[in-house]
């Protein structure tokens, strides 16, 4: 896909390598590399998916990386439902309604 100077991209890009990263890190976490991802406008004239492009970010910080997307969506989520926590609702809802009122 080709993508034009002034249009909302994604870029990616490697931070730091694993052999690059503190050696007070877990070592699951030391074993990948720092990864970056950020939107913007990007500033390089005409490029391809896979490219490197420049982006001006929302807060005006300029990024070089990879183009890894044009008109990215937002998605985010909290991740899976942990079951403890969906009890933890209604314990607390039935510890509120057993507790005497003040006043």
């Known amino acids: 896909m080709t993508s034009l100077a002034g249009n909302w991209v994604q870029i990616h ?3 730091l390598r694993p052999d ?5 890190l877990p070592a699951e976490t030391r074993a990948v ?3 970056l991802r950020v939107k913007g406008w990007q ?3 005409r490029a391809e998916i896979g ?3 420049r ?4 807060l005006g910080r300029e990024q070089t990386g990879t183009l890894i997307a044009v008109n990215p969506e937002y998605g985010h989520d909290f991740g899976r439902a942990i079951p403890e926590l969906l009890a933890a609702g209604d314990e607390l809802v039935a ?3 057993d507790t005497p009122k003040e006043g």
């Open 43 to 45: 500033i390089t004239g």
């Open 55 to 58: 982006i001006r970010t929302v």
């Open 33 to 35: 590399p720092l990864e």
């Open 20 to 24: 690059q990263r503190p050696e007070t």
């Open 51 to 53: 490219q490197e492009v």
């Open 95 to 97: 510890m509120m309604r």
């Open 13 to 15: 890009n490697i931070v």
